[in-house]
């Protein structure tokens, strides 16, 4: 089941167009995955691990505006977990419709502050990723 992060657009978020800024989307994405930590991972533990989570690549497709006062519904789920890096799919909606605002695949690796490098995607850490899965119910 996807996890779902609710955000409105406030006059802040918007361009000189009137409509949402694309740097914007990025933080709208970010709020997204660390509320689905909080929720459905277990956030203690992964702050105390000594692990990070480092993004290394964004692709995002804007398909609409967004403009100030919509909600907007971000749907955000791990796509996708290898050794070393794993996909988090997130799709941002306008509340309330199938309308399609812009859609991202987020990769990222486990990064060790200790060993100062990325490390396997195992254990503990694979299986709270696991419970993050687009899939899970």
Not at 3 to 26: E, S
Not at 118 to 131: Q, W
């Amino acid at each position: 089941m996807l996890h779902t992060t609710k955000i409105k657009v406030r006059g802040y978020h918007l361009d000189l167009f009137g409509h949402v800024n694309n740097a914007r989307y990025l933080e709208f994405l970010e709020e997204a995955r660390w509320s689905l930590f909080e929720e459905r991972g277990d956030l203690a533990w992964f702050l105390q691990s000594g692990l990070a989570l480092a993004v290394v690549n964004i692709n995002i497709d804007y398909r609409l505006p967004a403009l100030m006062g919509d909600q907007l519904a971000i749907e955000t789920g791990i796509k996708s977990i290898g050794n070393r890096s794993a996909v988090i799919h997130q799709r941002v909606l306008k509340e309330g419709s199938d309308k399609v605002i812009a859609e991202a695949d987020v990769t990222f690796v486990i990064f060790d502050a200790k060993s100062n490098k990325a490390v396997p995607l195992e254990g503990r850490l694979k299986e709270l990723l696991d419970g993050m899965s687009a899939e899970t119910a």
